[in-house]
Every structure is written in C-alpha cells, then in structure tokens.
C-alpha cells in the first residue's frame, strides 16, 4: 500500500539515514540537493519530483518499496531492530553472526 503522508515518508527517511550513520547535509550533497530542501523533505513539509525519491534512495542504499510503502516500512522496522540488536554484540558474537548471515545469503545466490 503506497504512503501517501508527507510526514510518514519523511520518517522513514530519517531512519533510515541515521542507521546509515549519515547527517542531513551528507545526504542532500549527495543527492544533489540544498540542505535546506532535504531537511523540509525529512519534515514532511514539501513533495518530492519521482527523479528526487529515486536519488535519495540511490543515495541511503534502499528502494522506493522501503520509503514510499506501508509493508516496506515493517520489514525496515526489523531490519532496523536486528541492527540495533547486532551492534550491541560483542566483537565476536557480530562476525559470528555476519558470517552466518554471508552464508544465508550466499546460499540464495546458487
């Protein structure tokens, strides 16, 4: 289901870049934006061009699915837990772990 709301869009966003690590201005020079326009995009308060979402996205590594859909935003929502939860480990619990998760992945490709 499509997001419509300006404001739950500029959540996801926010989100999303913070798990990135990333400042605003990081993510507006990179996309090709003003500080000040990526900032109102994160508040929810100005619509964004399709070619924007897209270099914003390209930017924070995720899909359109992930900022612009309902079902996306659940599943970042783990994702964003399990990160949280993976680096809270020890140093050797997380590459045990990230080596069980290249496995997995791994395992998908073949």
Not at 8 to 29: D, S
Not at 41 to 68: A, F, K, Y
Request: aromatic content about 4%; charged content about 30%.
């Amino acid at each position: 289901m499509l997001v419509f709301d300006l404001r739950a869009i500029g959540n996801k966003l926010l989100k999303v870049r913070k798990r990135m690590g990333m400042t605003q201005a990081e993510v507006a020079e990179a996309a090709g934006l003003s500080d000040r326009t990526y900032a109102d995009i994160e508040r929810g308060s100005v619509n964004m061009r399709t070619e924007t979402v897209l270099r914003i996205c390209q930017v924070l590594h995720v899909t359109p699915d992930e900022i612009l859909t309902e079902e996306a935003a659940e599943a970042a929502s783990r994702q964003e837990e399990l990160w949280e939860r993976l680096n809270a480990c020890n140093p050797k619990d997380r590459e045990t772990a990230l080596r069980l998760l290249t496995v997995f992945l791994e395992s998908l490709d073949g």
